[in-house]
Protein backbone atom coordinates (compact mmCIF):
# COMPACT_ATOMS: atom_id res chain seq x y z
CA UNK A 1 0.00 0.00 0.00
CA UNK A 2 3.11 2.10 0.68
CA UNK A 3 3.70 1.93 -2.97
CA UNK A 4 0.89 3.42 -4.34
CA UNK A 5 1.37 6.87 -2.43
CA UNK A 6 4.87 6.75 -2.90
CA UNK A 7 5.22 9.44 -5.35
CA UNK A 8 3.13 12.11 -3.76
CA UNK A 9 5.89 14.47 -2.61
CA UNK A 10 7.62 13.82 -6.21
CA UNK A 11 5.23 15.58 -8.38
CA UNK A 12 7.44 18.93 -8.03
CA UNK A 13 10.60 16.60 -9.40
CA UNK A 14 8.56 15.33 -12.12
CA UNK A 15 6.84 18.66 -13.36
CA UNK A 16 10.61 20.32 -13.45
CA UNK A 17 11.51 17.42 -15.30
CA UNK A 18 8.82 16.70 -17.86
CA UNK A 19 6.83 20.47 -17.50
CA UNK A 20 3.68 19.57 -16.78
CA UNK A 21 0.46 21.49 -15.48
CA UNK A 22 -1.02 21.06 -12.17
CA UNK A 23 -4.01 19.83 -14.39
CA UNK A 24 -2.07 17.00 -15.16
CA UNK A 25 -0.40 16.00 -11.86
CA UNK A 26 -4.46 16.14 -10.46
CA UNK A 27 -4.86 13.71 -14.03
CA UNK A 28 -1.48 11.50 -13.28
CA UNK A 29 -2.78 10.88 -9.31
CA UNK A 30 -6.40 10.09 -10.50
CA UNK A 31 -5.33 7.28 -12.88
CA UNK A 32 -4.38 5.58 -9.86
CA UNK A 33 -8.43 5.22 -8.45
CA UNK A 34 -9.88 4.48 -12.19
CA UNK A 35 -7.11 1.05 -11.78
CA UNK A 36 -8.41 0.28 -7.65
CA UNK A 37 -12.16 0.85 -9.26
CA UNK A 38 -11.71 -1.33 -12.40
CA UNK A 39 -10.67 -4.48 -10.47
CA UNK A 40 -13.09 -4.18 -7.75
CA UNK A 41 -16.18 -4.34 -10.26
CA UNK A 42 -14.13 -7.19 -12.43
CA UNK A 43 -12.36 -8.92 -9.95
CA UNK A 44 -12.60 -7.87 -6.50
CA UNK A 45 -14.32 -11.22 -5.25
CA UNK A 46 -11.47 -13.10 -7.36
CA UNK A 47 -9.31 -14.38 -4.26
CA UNK A 48 -12.73 -15.98 -2.94
CA UNK A 49 -12.31 -18.37 -5.94
CA UNK A 50 -8.52 -18.76 -6.95
CA UNK A 51 -7.47 -18.47 -3.32
CA UNK A 52 -5.51 -15.63 -1.36
CA UNK A 53 -2.17 -15.85 -2.54
CA UNK A 54 -2.19 -15.42 -5.84
CA UNK A 55 -4.30 -13.12 -5.91
CA UNK A 56 -1.89 -11.20 -3.39
CA UNK A 57 0.84 -12.41 -5.62
CA UNK A 58 -0.38 -10.54 -8.73
CA UNK A 59 -0.58 -7.47 -6.83
CA UNK A 60 3.09 -7.71 -5.76
CA UNK A 61 3.31 -8.42 -9.56
CA UNK A 62 1.63 -4.99 -10.70
CA UNK A 63 3.37 -2.89 -7.31
CA UNK A 64 6.54 -3.69 -8.61
CA UNK A 65 6.00 -3.29 -12.65
CA UNK A 66 4.49 -0.09 -11.32
CA UNK A 67 7.83 0.93 -9.42
CA UNK A 68 9.41 0.12 -13.02
CA UNK A 69 8.18 2.28 -14.42
CA UNK A 70 8.70 4.79 -12.67
CA UNK A 71 12.37 3.73 -12.46
CA UNK A 72 11.97 4.26 -15.98
CA UNK A 73 10.04 7.43 -17.22
CA UNK A 74 11.38 9.45 -19.76
CA UNK A 75 7.97 11.19 -20.25
CA UNK A 76 4.47 11.71 -18.57
CA UNK A 77 3.13 8.19 -20.23
CA UNK A 78 5.36 6.54 -18.06
CA UNK A 79 3.97 8.04 -15.15
CA UNK A 80 0.33 7.23 -16.38
CA UNK A 81 1.08 3.92 -16.86
CA UNK A 82 3.02 3.76 -13.53
CA UNK A 83 -0.18 4.83 -11.42
CA UNK A 84 -2.72 2.37 -13.83
CA UNK A 85 -0.76 -0.47 -12.16
CA UNK A 86 -0.24 0.83 -9.15
CA UNK A 87 -4.37 1.58 -9.05
CA UNK A 88 -4.21 -2.30 -10.31
CA UNK A 89 -2.14 -3.43 -6.94
CA UNK A 90 -4.27 -2.03 -4.43
CA UNK A 91 -7.52 -3.08 -6.16
CA UNK A 92 -6.23 -6.81 -5.49
CA UNK A 93 -4.81 -5.98 -2.11
CA UNK A 94 -8.27 -4.16 -0.97
CA UNK A 95 -10.12 -6.96 -0.24
CA UNK A 96 -7.91 -10.34 -0.87
CA UNK A 97 -5.35 -8.85 2.20
CA UNK A 98 -7.92 -8.03 4.76
CA UNK A 99 -9.48 -10.95 4.24
CA UNK A 100 -6.23 -12.86 4.56
CA UNK A 101 -5.00 -11.78 7.93
CA UNK A 102 -8.89 -12.26 9.23
CA UNK A 103 -8.44 -16.06 7.76
CA UNK A 104 -4.57 -16.16 9.47
CA UNK A 105 -5.28 -14.80 13.27
CA UNK A 106 -4.94 -17.61 15.94
CA UNK A 107 -8.33 -18.46 17.35
CA UNK A 108 -10.04 -15.17 19.76
CA UNK A 109 -7.54 -13.30 17.83
CA UNK A 110 -10.23 -11.34 15.05
CA UNK A 111 -9.95 -7.97 17.43
CA UNK A 112 -6.71 -7.62 16.78
CA UNK A 113 -6.19 -9.26 13.51
CA UNK A 114 -9.14 -6.43 12.35
CA UNK A 115 -6.21 -3.65 14.27
CA UNK A 116 -3.25 -5.44 12.03
CA UNK A 117 -5.34 -4.75 8.68
CA UNK A 118 -6.48 -1.66 9.15
CA UNK A 119 -3.47 -0.14 10.70
CA UNK A 120 -1.69 -1.81 7.64
CA UNK A 121 -3.72 -0.36 5.01
CA UNK A 122 -3.86 3.28 6.34
CA UNK A 123 -0.44 3.35 7.65
CA UNK A 124 1.18 1.80 4.76
CA UNK A 125 -0.61 4.66 2.31
CA UNK A 126 0.80 7.33 5.42
CA UNK A 127 4.43 5.45 5.24
CA UNK A 128 4.24 5.83 0.85
CA UNK A 129 5.20 9.62 0.96
CA UNK A 130 7.12 9.69 4.47
CA UNK A 131 9.31 7.46 2.84
CA UNK A 132 9.46 8.82 -0.20
CA UNK A 133 9.59 12.63 0.81
CA UNK A 134 13.05 11.89 3.15
CA UNK A 135 14.88 9.59 0.76
CA UNK A 136 14.37 12.16 -1.82
CA UNK A 137 15.47 14.97 0.48
CA UNK A 138 18.42 13.61 2.15
CA UNK A 139 19.82 11.10 -0.11
CA UNK A 140 21.08 10.92 -3.86
CA UNK A 141 18.96 9.52 -7.19
CA UNK A 142 15.65 11.95 -5.31
CA UNK A 143 13.44 10.30 -8.10
CA UNK A 144 14.95 6.31 -8.40
CA UNK A 145 15.77 5.62 -4.96
CA UNK A 146 12.47 5.70 -3.54
CA UNK A 147 10.87 3.06 -6.29
CA UNK A 148 14.50 0.90 -5.90
CA UNK A 149 13.55 0.25 -1.86
CA UNK A 150 9.85 -0.39 -2.93
CA UNK A 151 11.34 -3.09 -4.90
CA UNK A 152 13.41 -4.42 -2.58
CA UNK A 153 10.41 -4.10 -0.04
CA UNK A 154 8.13 -5.50 -2.39
CA UNK A 155 10.89 -8.69 -2.97
CA UNK A 156 10.27 -9.08 0.87
CA UNK A 157 6.53 -9.31 0.88
CA UNK A 158 6.92 -11.74 -1.95
CA UNK A 159 9.29 -14.24 -0.13
CA UNK A 160 6.92 -13.93 2.83
CA UNK A 161 3.62 -14.37 1.13
CA UNK A 162 4.91 -17.86 -0.53
CA UNK A 163 6.01 -19.09 2.98
CA UNK A 164 2.31 -18.50 4.20
CA UNK A 165 -0.47 -21.23 3.55
CA UNK A 166 -3.50 -20.85 1.40
CA UNK A 167 -6.84 -20.51 3.70
CA UNK A 168 -9.03 -20.87 0.62
CA UNK A 169 -9.75 -24.23 1.05
CA UNK A 170 -12.24 -24.91 -2.20
CA UNK A 171 -10.44 -23.12 -4.85
CA UNK A 172 -12.23 -22.93 -7.98
CA UNK A 173 -10.24 -21.73 -11.49
CA UNK A 174 -10.01 -18.58 -12.65
CA UNK A 175 -12.87 -18.36 -15.35
CA UNK A 176 -15.49 -19.02 -12.47
CA UNK A 177 -14.68 -15.09 -11.28
CA UNK A 178 -17.58 -12.86 -12.60
CA UNK A 179 -17.71 -9.64 -12.74
CA UNK A 180 -19.45 -8.04 -9.74
CA UNK A 181 -22.28 -5.53 -10.46
CA UNK A 182 -22.56 -2.79 -7.78
CA UNK A 183 -26.03 -3.24 -6.27
CA UNK A 184 -28.33 -0.94 -3.84
CA UNK A 185 -31.22 -3.68 -1.66
CA UNK A 186 -33.96 -0.88 -1.30
CA UNK A 187 -33.42 -1.28 2.30
CA UNK A 188 -29.78 0.21 1.91
CA UNK A 189 -30.65 3.11 0.38
CA UNK A 190 -32.04 5.06 3.45
CA UNK A 191 -28.28 4.48 5.33
CA UNK A 192 -26.71 4.42 1.70
CA UNK A 193 -26.26 7.73 0.54
CA UNK A 194 -25.23 9.57 3.73
CA UNK A 195 -22.70 6.97 4.71
CA UNK A 196 -21.18 7.37 0.92
CA UNK A 197 -21.52 10.98 0.84
CA UNK A 198 -19.52 11.10 4.21
CA UNK A 199 -17.10 8.37 1.82
CA UNK A 200 -16.91 10.60 -0.96
CA UNK A 201 -15.80 14.01 1.22
CA UNK A 202 -13.55 11.71 3.37
CA UNK A 203 -11.43 10.50 -0.03
CA UNK A 204 -11.48 13.95 -2.11
CA UNK A 205 -9.90 15.13 1.23
CA UNK A 206 -7.37 12.59 1.35
CA UNK A 207 -6.97 12.83 -3.09
CA UNK A 208 -6.60 16.84 -2.47
CA UNK A 209 -3.82 15.87 0.29
CA UNK A 210 -2.12 13.43 -1.95
CA UNK A 211 -2.38 15.11 -5.25
CA UNK A 212 -1.92 19.33 -4.74
CA UNK A 213 -0.75 19.68 -1.27
CA UNK A 214 2.81 19.08 -1.87
CA UNK A 215 2.40 22.22 -4.64
CA UNK A 216 0.72 24.16 -2.45
CA UNK A 217 3.57 24.15 0.86
CA UNK A 218 6.07 24.92 -2.02
CA UNK A 219 4.20 27.49 -4.18
CA UNK A 220 2.29 29.63 -1.33
CA UNK A 221 4.63 28.66 2.02
CA UNK A 222 8.05 28.62 0.71
CA UNK A 223 8.45 24.68 1.99
CA UNK A 224 10.35 23.25 -0.35
CA UNK A 225 11.61 20.58 1.87
CA UNK A 226 10.09 16.60 0.33
CA UNK A 227 10.48 14.96 3.76
CA UNK A 228 8.07 18.00 5.33
CA UNK A 229 5.62 17.79 2.49
CA UNK A 230 5.43 13.81 2.82
CA UNK A 231 5.03 13.99 6.19
CA UNK A 232 2.25 16.36 6.14
CA UNK A 233 0.77 14.15 3.81
CA UNK A 234 1.59 11.24 5.96
CA UNK A 235 -0.60 12.42 9.13
CA UNK A 236 -3.51 12.33 7.37
CA UNK A 237 -3.03 8.72 6.47
CA UNK A 238 -2.16 7.89 10.27
CA UNK A 239 -4.83 10.32 11.79
CA UNK A 240 -7.28 8.31 9.38
CA UNK A 241 -5.68 5.09 11.08
CA UNK A 242 -6.32 6.53 14.81
CA UNK A 243 -10.05 7.62 13.40
CA UNK A 244 -10.56 3.98 12.31
CA UNK A 245 -9.64 2.14 15.83
CA UNK A 246 -11.47 4.58 17.89
CA UNK A 247 -15.23 3.43 16.22
CA UNK A 248 -15.18 0.50 18.78
CA UNK A 249 -15.48 2.79 21.25
CA UNK A 250 -17.28 5.35 20.06
CA UNK A 251 -19.97 3.09 18.35
CA UNK A 252 -20.76 3.08 14.69
CA UNK A 253 -23.96 4.84 14.73
CA UNK A 254 -22.18 7.91 16.27
CA UNK A 255 -18.89 7.72 14.45
CA UNK A 256 -20.47 8.87 10.94
CA UNK A 257 -22.15 12.18 12.01
CA UNK A 258 -18.86 12.68 14.33
CA UNK A 259 -16.57 11.75 11.53
CA UNK A 260 -18.53 14.29 9.49
CA UNK A 261 -18.43 17.10 12.13
CA UNK A 262 -14.52 15.89 11.88
CA UNK A 263 -14.31 16.30 7.98
CA UNK A 264 -16.06 19.49 7.89
CA UNK A 265 -13.57 21.03 10.54
CA UNK A 266 -10.68 19.59 8.89
CA UNK A 267 -11.86 21.21 5.72
CA UNK A 268 -12.35 24.65 7.85
CA UNK A 269 -8.81 24.02 8.82
CA UNK A 270 -7.78 23.65 5.36
CA UNK A 271 -9.45 26.86 3.85
CA UNK A 272 -7.71 28.79 6.72
CA UNK A 273 -4.61 27.32 5.47
CA UNK A 274 -5.18 28.71 2.39
CA UNK A 275 -6.62 31.92 2.96
CA UNK A 276 -3.81 32.98 5.51
CA UNK A 277 -1.47 30.83 4.30
CA UNK A 278 -0.54 29.07 7.85
CA UNK A 279 1.14 25.76 8.14
CA UNK A 280 0.22 25.04 11.20
CA UNK A 281 -3.27 25.19 9.98
CA UNK A 282 -2.17 22.48 7.25
CA UNK A 283 -0.99 20.01 9.90
CA UNK A 284 -4.36 20.90 11.88
CA UNK A 285 -6.00 20.27 8.91
CA UNK A 286 -4.38 16.82 8.24
CA UNK A 287 -5.07 15.04 11.68
CA UNK A 288 -8.72 16.28 12.12
CA UNK A 289 -9.81 15.92 8.82
CA UNK A 290 -7.96 12.30 8.37
CA UNK A 291 -9.21 11.27 11.80
CA UNK A 292 -12.54 12.99 10.25
CA UNK A 293 -12.28 10.52 7.44
CA UNK A 294 -11.60 7.64 9.51
CA UNK A 295 -13.87 7.34 12.06
CA UNK A 296 -16.73 8.22 8.94
CA UNK A 297 -15.78 5.68 6.37
CA UNK A 298 -15.30 2.58 9.05
CA UNK A 299 -19.04 3.85 10.49
CA UNK A 300 -20.35 3.90 6.52
CA UNK A 301 -19.00 0.66 5.82
CA UNK A 302 -19.71 -1.07 9.37
CA UNK A 303 -23.69 0.44 8.73
CA UNK A 304 -23.93 -0.30 4.81
CA UNK A 305 -22.53 -4.18 5.84
CA UNK A 306 -24.89 -4.69 8.88
CA UNK A 307 -28.16 -2.93 6.33
CA UNK A 308 -27.37 -5.27 3.45
CA UNK A 309 -28.97 -8.39 3.36
CA UNK A 310 -26.02 -11.28 3.41
CA UNK A 311 -26.64 -12.32 -0.14
CA UNK A 312 -26.15 -8.93 -1.55
CA UNK A 313 -23.39 -7.78 0.92
CA UNK A 314 -20.39 -7.69 -1.42
CA UNK A 315 -22.37 -6.09 -3.71
CA UNK A 316 -23.06 -3.55 -1.77
CA UNK A 317 -19.91 -2.85 -0.41
CA UNK A 318 -18.33 -2.69 -3.68
CA UNK A 319 -20.71 0.24 -4.52
CA UNK A 320 -19.94 2.18 -1.35
CA UNK A 321 -16.02 1.53 -2.48
CA UNK A 322 -16.60 2.64 -5.79
CA UNK A 323 -18.55 5.83 -4.47
CA UNK A 324 -15.13 6.28 -2.34
CA UNK A 325 -12.75 6.30 -5.04
CA UNK A 326 -14.56 8.09 -7.45
CA UNK A 327 -14.03 11.03 -4.36
CA UNK A 328 -10.50 10.49 -4.64
CA UNK A 329 -10.41 11.40 -8.55
CA UNK A 330 -13.07 13.35 -9.60
CA UNK A 331 -13.03 16.60 -6.98
CA UNK A 332 -8.95 16.27 -7.39
CA UNK A 333 -9.33 16.62 -11.23
CA UNK A 334 -11.54 19.77 -10.83
CA UNK A 335 -8.96 21.43 -8.26
CA UNK A 336 -6.75 20.41 -11.25
CA UNK A 337 -9.27 21.98 -14.04
CA UNK A 338 -9.51 25.37 -11.86
CA UNK A 339 -6.04 25.77 -10.85
CA UNK A 340 -4.83 27.52 -13.91
CA UNK A 341 -7.60 30.40 -14.48
CA UNK A 342 -7.94 31.33 -10.55
CA UNK A 343 -5.14 29.74 -8.82
CA UNK A 344 -4.04 27.00 -6.65
CA UNK A 345 -5.52 28.35 -3.78
CA UNK A 346 -9.11 30.06 -5.52
CA UNK A 347 -9.39 26.11 -6.84
CA UNK A 348 -8.65 24.26 -2.99
CA UNK A 349 -11.52 27.15 -1.61
CA UNK A 350 -13.92 26.41 -4.38
CA UNK A 351 -13.13 22.27 -3.89
CA UNK A 352 -13.54 23.53 0.00
CA UNK A 353 -17.07 24.95 -0.74
CA UNK A 354 -18.12 22.22 -2.27
CA UNK A 355 -17.31 19.38 0.05
CA UNK A 356 -18.37 21.05 2.89
CA UNK A 357 -22.05 21.50 1.06
CA UNK A 358 -21.82 18.15 0.85
CA UNK A 359 -20.79 16.76 4.54
CA UNK A 360 -22.94 19.36 6.05
CA UNK A 361 -25.94 17.83 4.17
CA UNK A 362 -24.91 14.43 5.22
CA UNK A 363 -24.40 15.08 8.81
CA UNK A 364 -28.46 17.20 8.75
CA UNK A 365 -29.54 13.61 7.52
CA UNK A 366 -28.18 11.94 9.83
CA UNK A 367 -29.22 14.07 12.93
CA UNK A 368 -32.49 13.66 11.81
CA UNK A 369 -32.62 10.05 11.08
CA UNK A 370 -29.70 8.39 13.07
CA UNK A 371 -28.40 4.88 12.00
CA UNK A 372 -29.30 2.42 14.05
CA UNK A 373 -27.10 -0.60 14.53
CA UNK A 374 -27.14 -3.57 16.72
CA UNK A 375 -22.97 -4.34 16.23
Excluded at 286 to 300: E, K, M, P, T, Y
Aim: glycine share 12%; hydrophobic share 55%; aromatic share 10%.
Amino acid sequence: MAGTTLPTPLYGLYQEKFGFSELTVTVVYAVYAFGVIGVLLLAGNASDAVGRRPVLLWGLGFAALSAVCFLAATGLGWLYVGRLLSGLSAGLFTGAATAYVMELAPRGGSSRATFVATAANMGGLGCGPLLAGVLAQYAAWPLHLPFLVHLALVACSAVVLLRLAETVRERKPLKAVRPQRPGLPPQVRAVFVPAATASFVGFALFGVFTSVSPAFLAQSLDVHNHAVSGLVVALAFFASTAGQLAVGRVGVGRSLPLGCAGLFAGLALLAGALRWDLLFLVVLSALVGGAGQGLAFRGALSAVAEASPADRRAAVISTLFVVAYAGISVPVIGVGVLADPIGLEGAGLVFIACMAVLVTTAAAYLLRRPVRTTA
